[in-house]
């Protein structure tokens, strides 16, 4: 079945430390991809995506590319900023999977002054 | 900008009470999902409904039960809380593409005494 492996938190960084945070996963359609953000005390929100093979997600910085050859959606931001800390979710669904997405088990990152 | 909103943000109910949790979207999605969020456990799917009336268990569907008379609301109860479902409840909506994202409320932290 499809699944998502994300890095382990924590994540603890500089402010303007450079952030990669891994995700790799296994789908046996053709997903779409995503990155969610949780800030504290809020429900998750999209943060970018990538619908086919070699897209590249982007939005307040971060991007993500998707790779098909390596199965990998790595997020990526060249600079955090404090206002940055938050839990970080990689997901996937496909049209194998119906309406549901899998999401992985979630990053926290936490960027210091 | 599509808004789900959830009933409550914070709960404190006893155990064997029925609960009931609310979710409302405003975007006349078909897709509607609840999870439920524990430390190192990531999210987790109880169940989702891809139209009026209809549902599908998820992952967790055990002790939980959901309605959804209308398309812009999807309930979902306790039968007899117990204190294993303290937990953050998210409630999510989505349209019927699969490479559409999900969208959240800003969960409810369910305690159970």
């Known amino acids: 079945g499809n699944s998502v492996t994300q890095m382990e938190g924590p994540v603890t960084l500089s402010e303007e430390a450079f952030l990669t945070i891994n995700c790799t996963y296994t789908a046996t359609g053709y997903p779409s991809l995503f990155w969610y953000v949780q800030y504290p005390g809020e429900g998750l929100q999209l943060l970018l995506k990538?619908?086919?093979?070699?897209d590249k997600g982007s939005n307040k910085g971060f991007e993500a590319t998707y790779r098909k050859e390596t199965t990998s959606f790595h997020l990526e931001k060249g600079s955090v900023q404090v206002s940055d800390s938050a839990v970080y979710f990689c997901a996937l669904s496909d049209n194998a999977g119906g309406f549901k997405t899998i999401f992985g088990a979630g990053t926290r990152l936490f960027v210091k002054a | 900008d599509v808004k789900v909103t959830q009933s409550s943000r914070y709960l404190v109910k006893r155990t064997g009470e029925k609960v009931f949790l609310e979710c409302v979207q405003d975007?006349?999605?078909?897709?509607m999902f609840w999870y439920r969020q524990d430390p190192g456990l990531g999210l987790r799917l109880i169940y989702f409904s891809y139209d009026v009336k209809m549902k599908e268990k998820g992952d967790i569907p055990e002790g939980y039960s959901v309605s959804r008379e209308k398309k812009e609301r999807f309930s979902l109860i306790l039968e007899s809380a117990s204190t294993n479902q303290t937990s953050m409840y998210l409630c999510?909506?989505?349209?019927?593409?699969?490479?559409?994202?999900?969208?959240f409320g800003d969960g409810t932290r369910l305690s159970i005494l």
């Open positions: 975007m006349d999605h078909e897709n």
């Open positions: 990538a619908t086919k093979a070699d």
């Open positions: 999510a909506s989505t349209s019927v593409s699969f490479n559409q994202p999900q969208h």
